[in-house]
T-cell receptor, first 113, second 116 residues
Framework: AQKITQTQPGMFVQEKEAVTLDCTYD???????LFWYKQPSSGEMIFLIY??????QNATEGRYSLNFQKARKSANLVISASQLGDSAMYFC??????????FGAGTRLTVKP | DTGVSQDPRHKITKRGQNVTFRCDPI?????LYWYRQTLGQGPEFLTY????????KSRLLSDRFSAERPKGSFSTLEIQRTEQGDSAMYLC??????????????FGPGTRLLVL
């Protein structure tokens, strides 16, 4: 069964604006971790941000923040003040305590000048 | 050593040949992972090591695939008798052991395999 769903195959955003990339997940575990990675065309997966299921505050890392809504099982990534270099594939991933990391299918973000 | 490295970055081979990829993790990391990523998909877990012990293998890892991490440092992934369906990006990641769900994996640049 699909555990991570990213419903937006592609997104466009104007430079300097904010954009939200959606991610929903499915788990019956109480303890799990949620991750976002960026994959530029070069192929490397770059870790962006982490949210633990027990964390009470939404995670933030510079221009990245995670809008964590536990009851809705969503972990959307918000990128503020988009830059041209943000154009890439973005993957949401989840890890339960006894399972491996599972990735969504990704969202391709294009930042327009 | 600033990150995970993988070699080669690209590999083109003919169907039926064997290929071997290498991954060098971040030096203090004791866990090492292999993933496969096909076009338009997210990475799929293949196997992982804690130090030199291979602790888990995905059912995606057929008997043509073998991975080793003999001294608990670098790892190799070998594919025997390659098939066209093996064409993919092979990603390696490493991490240091924490609470499993909180563990952040850091990825290498990947090896892109094309089987003709």
């Amino acid at each position: 069964a699909q555990k991570i769903t990213q419903t937006q195959p592609g997104m466009f955003v104007q430079e300097k604006e904010a954009v939200t990339l959606d991610c929903t997940y499915d788990t019956s575990d109480q303890s799990y971790g949620l991750f976002w990675y960026k994959q530029p065309s070069s192929g490397e997966m770059i870790f962006l941000i982490y949210q633990g299921s027990y964390d009470e505050q939404n995670a933030t890392e510079g221009r990245y923040s995670l809008n964590f809504q536990k009851a809705r099982k969503s972990a959307n990534l918000v990128i503020s003040a988009s830059q041209l270099g943000d154009s890439a594939m973005y993957f949401c991933a989840m890890r339960e305590d006894n399972n491996d990391m599972r990735f969504g299918a990704g969202t391709r973000l294009t930042v327009k000048p | 050593d600033t990150g995970v490295s993988q070699d080669p970055r690209h590999k083109i081979t003919k169907r039926g040949q064997n290929v071997t990829f290498r991954c060098d993790p971040i030096s203090e990391h004791n866990r090492l992972y292999w993933y496969r990523q096909t076009l338009g998909q997210g990475p799929e877990f293949l196997t992982y090591f804690q130090n030199e012990a291979q602790l888990e293998k995905s059912r995606l890892l057929s008997d043509r695939f073998s991975a080793e991490r003999p001294k608990g440092s670098f790892s190799t992934l070998e594919i025997q008798r390659t098939e066209q369906g093996d064409s993919a990006m092979y990603l390696c990641a490493s991490s240091s052991r924490k609470v499993h769900s909180r563990e952040t994996q850091y990825f290498g640049p990947g090896t892109r395999l094309l089987v003709l």
